[in-house]
Structures are given as structure tokens and as C-alpha cells.
């Protein structure tokens, strides 16, 4: 069902966001974001953020992420418990609400199509 197959990829998506961030936090609390040569390749990454790149981005959401570990203080935070928690809860929110959104969205249009096809006979 529709239903299954969006709970299904809610979950995958959540799974990767879940991964995406646990990586920052343990890259943080071993002391990478300190390390210039790292913080430099966090700035080369940022091409991604060319149309031209982006648009192979699974997952586009990453780049608002990289924008904010360009600035020392987010870096500096993460090291936090408590604060690399909390961004991640954040950012699960902001999935969920977005996947409901879409499906809502891709509903409406179904049903809009479904209409105008019974009221084209």
C-alpha cells in the first residue's frame, strides 16, 4: 500500500538522517572539526551546493547541515551531548513533518486527478 511504502521510506530516511548525524557527533567528539585540514575539506564541500551538483543529492537536506559546520561554534557544539542531541531531534522533526506533508500533498493531487478524469468522461 501507499501507506506502507511511505512508512517504509520515513523510516529508511530517518535511519540515514540518524547515521548522517552520528557521524558529525563522533567526528566532533574526536576532535576533527579542530583539525584545519578538515575544516578546509568541510569548505570544499560545499560545491554540492551548485544546482549542478545538488541536484544528485538524495538527500538535499544535508547541505543546510554543511552550511552550519562552516561556522566554529556550531563545530564547537557538537561535541555536546546534550546540544547533538537535541539538532538531531530537530532534524527528525522537520523530516517527519515534511514526509506527511508530501504524502498529503501527493494525495490531494491523486485525488484531483482521479476528478478530473471521471468528470472528463
Known amino acids: 500500500s501507499a501507506a506502507g511504502v511511505t512508512n517504509h521510506s520515513l523510516r ?3 535511519t540515514y538522517r540518524f547515521s548522517f548525524f552520528k557521524c558529525f557527533s563522533v567526528l566532533a567528539q574526536r576532535g576533527y ?3 584545519k585540514a578538515f575544516v578546509n575539506y568541510l569548505k570544499y564541500l560545499l560545491y554540492w551546493k ?3 551538483y545538488a541536484k544528485y543529492l538524495k538527500y538535499p537536506q544535508c547541505l543546510h547541515m554543511l552550511e ?3 561556522y566554529e561554534h ?3 557544539e557538537l561535541v555536546n551531548a546534550q546540544c547533538a542531541k537535541f539538532i538531531d531531534e530537530q532534524q527528525i ?3 517527519q513533518h515534511y514526509s506527511r506533508k508530501r504524502m498529503r500533498l501527493q494525495q490531494a493531487l ?3 486527478q482521479q476528478q478530473n478524469n471521471t468528470s472528463g468522461k
Request: charged share 35%; proline share 5%.
Open 50 to 52: 551548485d544546482p549542478e
Open 12 to 14: 529508511i530516511g530517518l
Open 74 to 76: 556550531f563545530r564547537k
Open 110 to 112: 491523486a485525488e484531483q
Open 93 to 95: 522533526l522537520h523530516w
Open 33 to 35: 572539526f579542530k583539525d
Open 68 to 70: 552550519l559546520l562552516q
